[in-house]
């Protein structure tokens, strides 16, 4: 099974567990997921089901948009995204995902567009190390050198550099579920996610051997 | 805040609290597990700073036992913590107590707050 779900991220707090140690959860609102396409590998070449969520205003969307939700009769969604999945015959398009497939799930993964820092040097980018600050250095926060001469007679592809950081997608593995709250669409994970508060984050199990105690 | 995670605090917060203040000496009953069986272990200790607001409030409790100091942070909002007595109320001039520290004995003492 590899269904996923998506939330917002709402911010950090800390809960108490049964024995009285406190634990540092990120809670996550769930929006409510409706299918809005069944893809089978007859019909799309790969089984899959889309998923839509988070209700906007008609006008805020596209006309193509507009009329793929319309033609199944579903409200005009922010989001559009696609889960890849064995068995799309059990699900028809208007119908939503309950909860309850993942609860016994104790690991997720989850992934969300981290905070940006803008343009940053290699210290804070790299963790490159500073120049001497006094005794006549001059070389206080510079990169150093980075290439050769004639031989190669170039810079190498890659090389780290300063540059923009953050904003940009990044998963992190096997956070332990807290808590779901199924009544209020709460997700408590244990520890933090990437991204700002109010930031789109998405869901998924993580490995099976994770998930097998 | 936001406010779903304010009454997510909310519903752990305990309902009332002593006022503990810096230069207190309390009495702090604290649950512990010993095997499947739970007890109440009492703390009794100078409180020497406290720390965090709302739902994360803490203070740290000092106590000299055999000779060495022993400080102990308490989380005021845990389930784990059963009561809090005061035991007499300190004098102080400082929130911050860290001057105990270097003291022993007579020196360590604390005046006691008198009310009218």
């Known amino acids: ?213 | 805040m936001n406010p779903i995670i304010a009454e997510l605090e909310n519903e752990q917060k305990k309902k009332t609290l002593p006022n503990v203040e810096p230069g207190d000496l309390v009495k702090v009953f604290v649950l512990i597990k010993e095997g499947n069986k739970e007890r109440t272990q009492p703390f009794e200790g100078v409180v020497i700073k406290k720390q965090g607001c709302g739902f994360r409030k803490t203070i740290t409790v000092r106590r000299v036992f055999q000779g060495i100091g022993v400080e102990r942070v308490i989380p005021l909002h845990s389930p784990k913590i059963e009561d809090i007595k005061i035991l007499r109320k300190g004098n102080v001039r400082r929130a911050r107590l860290y001057y105990l520290r270097e003291r022993t004995g007579k020196a360590a003492r604390i005046k006691e707050k008198v009310t009218r």
């Not at chain 1, 969520?53 to 559009?80: I, Q, S």
């Open chain 1, 1 to 213: 099974m590899t269904l996923g779900l998506f939330g917002e991220k709402l911010g950090m707090t800390q809960i108490y567990n049964e024995d009285g140690l406190v634990i540092p959860v990120t809670v996550i609102k769930l929006e409510k997921l409706t299918v809005t396409q069944v893809k089978t590998k007859d019909t799309d070449g790969y089984n899959a089901i889309q998923v839509g969520f988070c209700e906007v205003k008609k006008r805020k969307l596209t006309k193509a948009e507009l009329m793929h939700l319309e033609n199944n009769k579903l409200p005009a969604f922010k989001y559009l995204r696609e889960l890849r999945i064995n068995n799309p015959g059990n699900y028809e398009v208007g119908q939503e995902i309950d909860l309850a497939e993942f609860e016994n799930i104790q690991k997720v993964d989850i992934t969300g567009k981290s905070i940006g820092k803008g343009f940053q040097g290699t210290i804070k980018r790299h963790n490159f190390s500073r120049g001497p600050m006094s005794h006549g250095s001059k070389n206080h926060r510079l990169p150093g050198a980075i290439g050769a001469h004639t031989t190669p007679g170039r810079v190498f592809k890659g090389l780290k550099m300063a540059g923009n950081m953050g904003n940009q997608n990044v998963t992190v593995k096997k956070l332990s579920i807290v808590k779901i709250d199924k009544d209020k669409n709460l997700l408590l994970v244990k520890g933090s996610v990437p991204g700002h508060e109010g930031t789109m984050v998405s869901i998924k199990p993580s490995r099976t051997v994770w998930n097998s105690n």
